[in-house]
């Protein structure tokens, strides 16, 4: 059940007769934030009145936000909450108290709710009208363009890497064995009553056959097909046993639900790894890189120091210095087949068509080219047939200065990686993920926001003149 509360914000009643700062970030976050949106998505996402209460909208998005702006874990942020009374100014709480606002455990359930479809809904009404004034701005500035279309599209994709410890076929194989072993275990001391024999594991054989192979720096030729070999013999085994055991009346239903979950991914690592075995190779669809995270696919990114990356790939639009997330998947996909999606989103967000858009060397497709060419749009890339030698050049300035242009799109990646911790994935879940991940790219828009408030407040002020003529003389 859940309630919406329509109250303004009030004043935080705290201790001490002290009053909270008016330059507090979380102060100032209040103002700028879309609070009414935010109530009404996350209202939507209940039906009927039975049930507990759960917490309040702004609450649940509050401690998301805090977590994600501070890169710190689920504990963390309800301490954070509990001690800082901005921050419960920030979630909406009305008394400063020194309780536990709610238990850490209800973040995974905050994100769960709070999807990413829901943070671009929330993200488009907070970020457009900003966006949309720099694109004015920009066509002011620019007294030759007559055109409808009006503004400049960046588009490109990145991965958020997972937790997980480095994919290999024997460490996998090795780990799904021990995990089929303690199954083993939990089902022959069902079956203990009737005085049955536990099945005949060579975990002690299995276990040195890994490290035989683990510890060696250098391979001989052919010694990986063997080790891989070996382990999928013990895993096959395990994976009969358990089979047997459920013959003579153990219950699968009785496992943890965490470790029968696990077992239906190791049948199918199984099978994916006997494949690549019987045929040679080491490629295949779906492939499952994380017993515990199952949904991980390997990302091929093409970089020089780490060529495959393992977690989710975002496509997203830059707009103004701000980032709209497009597409988020595990799956690789190739982000040039989002290009009209993306276009018609930018048109339908602010009436009109870009101007330019900008891309890698993957956007200008025959199709892309072909829609961008029939709605007046410039598409970045080399265009095709011959070409004389003055076209060769202008056209070598034209995608060298577009190369310059896509450059601040790197710089929000790496700052949006590094400052609001999508360098590395700490949650578990797929769909939490995902959450987390659009958060981060929310909370780098709103900071740059509350930059361009205080900037435009430090412009109004007597203070702005003396600083910008001191600086023209010192530069002239």
Same mark, same amino acid.
């Given at each position: 059940?859940?309630?919406?509360?329509?109250?303004?914000?009030?004043?935080?009643?705290?201790?001490?007769?002290?009053?909270?700062?008016?330059?507090?970030?979380?102060?100032?976050?209040?103002?700028?934030?879309?609070?009414?949106?935010?109530?009404?998505?996350?209202?939507?996402?209940?039906?009927?009145?039975?049930?507990?209460?759960?917490?309040?909208?702004?609450?649940?998005?509050?401690?998301?936000?805090?977590?994600?702006?501070?890169?710190?874990?689920?504990?963390?942020?309800?301490?954070?909450?509990?001690?800082?009374?901005?921050?419960?100014?920030?979630?909406?709480?009305?008394?400063?108290?020194?309780?536990?606002?709610?238990?850490?455990?209800?973040?995974?359930?905050?994100?769960?709710?709070?999807?990413?479809?829901?943070?671009?809904?929330?993200?488009?009404?907070?970020?457009?009208?900003?966006?949309?004034?720099?694109?004015?701005?920009?066509?002011?500035?620019?007294?030759?363009?007559?055109?409808?279309?009006?503004?400049?599209?960046?588009?490109?994709?990145?991965?958020?890497?997972?937790?997980?410890?480095?994919?290999?076929?024997?460490?996998?194989?090795?780990?799904?064995?021990?995990?089929?072993?303690?199954?083993?275990?939990?089902?022959?001391?069902?079956?203990?009553?009737?005085?049955?024999?536990?099945?005949?594991?060579?975990?002690?054989?299995?276990?040195?056959?890994?490290?035989?192979?683990?510890?060696?720096?250098?391979?001989?030729?052919?010694?990986?097909?063997?080790?891989?070999?070996?382990?999928?013999?013990?895993?096959? @085994? %395990?994976?009969?046993?358990?089979?047997?055991?459920?013959?003579? #009346?153990? &219950? $699968? =239903?009785?496992?943890?639900? *965490?470790?029968?979950?696990?077992?239906?991914?190791?049948?199918?690592?199984?099978?994916?790894?006997?494949?690549?075995?019987?045929?040679?190779?080491?490629?295949?669809?779906?492939?499952?890189?994380?017993?515990?995270?199952?949904?991980?696919?390997?990302?091929?990114?093409?970089?020089?120091?780490?060529?495959?990356?393992?977690?989710?790939?975002?496509?997203?639009?830059?707009?103004?210095?701000?980032?709209?997330?497009?597409?988020?998947?595990?799956?690789?996909?190739?982000?040039?087949?989002?290009?009209?999606?993306?276009?018609?989103?930018?048109?339908?967000?602010?009436?009109?068509?870009?101007?330019?858009?900008?891309?890698?060397?993957?956007?200008?497709?025959?199709?892309? @080219? %072909?829609?961008?060419?029939?709605?007046?749009?410039?598409?970045? #890339?080399? &265009? $095709? =047939?011959?070409?004389?030698? *003055?076209?060769?050049?202008?056209?070598?300035?034209?995608?060298?200065?577009?190369?310059?242009?896509?450059?601040?799109?790197?710089?929000?990646?790496?700052?949006?990686?590094?400052?609001?911790?999508?360098?590395?994935?700490?949650?578990?879940?797929?769909?939490?993920?995902?959450?987390?991940?659009?958060?981060?790219?929310?909370?780098?828009?709103?900071?740059?926001?509350?930059?361009?408030?205080?900037?435009?407040?430090?412009?109004?002020?007597?203070?702005?003149?003396?600083?910008?003529?001191?600086?023209?003389?010192?530069?002239?």
């Amino acid at each position: 059940m859940y309630r919406r509360s329509m109250r303004g914000q009030q004043k935080l009643e705290i201790p001490f007769g002290v009053d909270l700062d008016a330059e507090n970030r979380w102060v100032k976050l209040v103002a700028i934030m879309p609070w009414e949106k935010i109530e009404e998505s996350y209202a939507s996402k209940f039906d009927g009145e039975s049930g507990h209460e759960a917490k309040a909208g702004r609450l649940a998005f509050g401690a998301l936000y805090i977590q994600r702006r501070l890169k710190i874990t689920d504990r963390e942020t309800v301490s954070q909450i509990q001690e800082n009374p901005s921050m419960q100014y920030f979630c909406g709480i009305e008394t400063y108290t020194t309780e536990i606002p709610f238990d850490s455990s209800l973040m995974v359930h905050f994100r769960k709710r709070i999807t990413p479809e829901m943070l671009q809904e929330i993200a488009e009404e907070a970020f457009a009208a900003e966006a949309k004034k720099v694109i004015e701005n920009e066509k002011h500035d620019d007294d030759d363009n007559d055109d409808e279309n009006q503004g400049t599209l960046l588009l490109d994709a990145t991965c958020c890497p997972s937790d997980i410890h480095y994919p290999t076929d024997i460490g996998l194989l090795n780990h799904a064995r021990e995990l089929t072993e303690s199954i083993i275990d939990n089902l022959h001391e069902q079956l203990l009553r009737l005085g049955m024999m536990k099945p005949r594991t060579y975990r002690e054989n299995a276990r040195k056959a890994y490290l035989s192979y683990a510890r060696k720096r250098k391979h001989a030729s052919g010694e990986l097909r063997f080790a891989i070999k070996q382990q999928l013999q013990y895993v096959r @085994r %395990n994976l009969d046993s358990i089979a047997k055991q459920v013959e003579h #009346g153990a &219950k $699968l =239903g009785f496992l943890d639900k *965490e470790l029968y979950r696990k077992l239906l991914v190791i049948q199918e690592l199984y099978r994916q790894q006997k494949q690549m075995y019987d045929d040679n190779t080491h490629k295949i669809e779906d492939r499952i890189v994380s017993i515990s995270q199952p949904h991980l696919r390997p990302i091929v990114r093409g970089k020089a120091r780490t060529p495959v990356e393992f977690g989710a790939k975002v496509a997203t639009a830059h707009i103004g210095g701000f980032s709209f997330v497009i597409h988020l998947d595990y799956d690789n996909f190739s982000e040039a087949k989002y290009l009209e999606q993306t276009v018609e989103e930018y048109k339908k967000m602010f009436g009109f068509y870009p101007k330019t858009v900008i891309g890698d060397r993957a956007y200008p497709t025959k199709d892309n @080219r %072909n829609y961008c060419k029939s709605r007046g749009i410039r598409l970045s #890339g080399p &265009k $095709l =047939g011959r070409k004389s030698e *003055e076209t060769k050049e202008t056209e070598r300035k034209q995608l060298y200065q577009d190369s310059c242009q896509r450059n601040p799109v790197e710089g929000d990646y790496g700052t949006t990686k590094r400052k609001y911790g999508l360098n590395l994935m700490m949650t578990k879940l797929w769909n939490t993920t995902l959450t987390a991940i659009s958060f981060g790219f929310f909370v780098k828009n709103m900071e740059r926001l509350l930059r361009l408030l205080v900037l435009l407040i430090f412009r109004k002020s007597p203070y702005w003149g003396r600083l910008y003529r001191y600086r023209v003389v010192t530069l002239n």
